[in-house]
Nanobody, 125 residues
Framework: QVQLVESGGGLVQAGGSLRLSCAASGRTFRTLSTGWFRQAPGKEREFVVVISWNGESTYYADLAKGRFTISRDNAKNTVYLQMNSLKPEDTAVYYC??????????????????WGQGTQVTVSS
């Protein structure tokens, strides 16, 4: 079993930066692909970015390209999401999710087995 705990959210002004962390328990985390999703009030949860188990492959949604960077440190069982040039429309609860590696890029929440509780990111204008 894998448990995920996000941290690093908060209130930031537009143009600012935040770094989210996803800390995992369980020895198998380093074998799992890990992604970030977000959900704004009244909207569906949407894919942000995913990183392969070894950190060699990443895939970004258009909303994240050029502004967000995902990375992982398997020695620390942690995945990071560096978010720069934040906009008010980035306001959402950000969730970390993980799944067993398999072919293809997992863009849909149903493809993930493990979820964190989320961390709130609020960007003021």
């Amino acid at each position: 079993q894998v448990q995920l705990v996000e941290s690093g959210g908060g209130l930031v002004q537009a143009g600012g930066s935040l770094r989210l962390s996803c800390a995992a328990s369980g020895r198998t985390f380093r074998t799992l692909s890990t992604g970030w999703f977000r959900q704004a009030p009244g909207k569906e949860r949407e894919f942000v970015v995913v990183i392969s188990w070894n950190g060699e492959s990443t895939y970004y949604a258009d909303l994240a390209k050029g502004r967000f960077t995902i990375s992982r440190d398997n020695a620390k069982n942690t995945v990071y999401l560096q978010m720069n040039s934040l906009k008010p429309e980035d306001t959402a609860v950000y969730y970390c999710a993980a799944r067993s590696p398999r072919p293809g890029v997992a863009l849909h929440q149903d493809e993930y087995e493990y979820w964190g509780q989320g961390t709130q990111v609020t960007v003021s204008s």
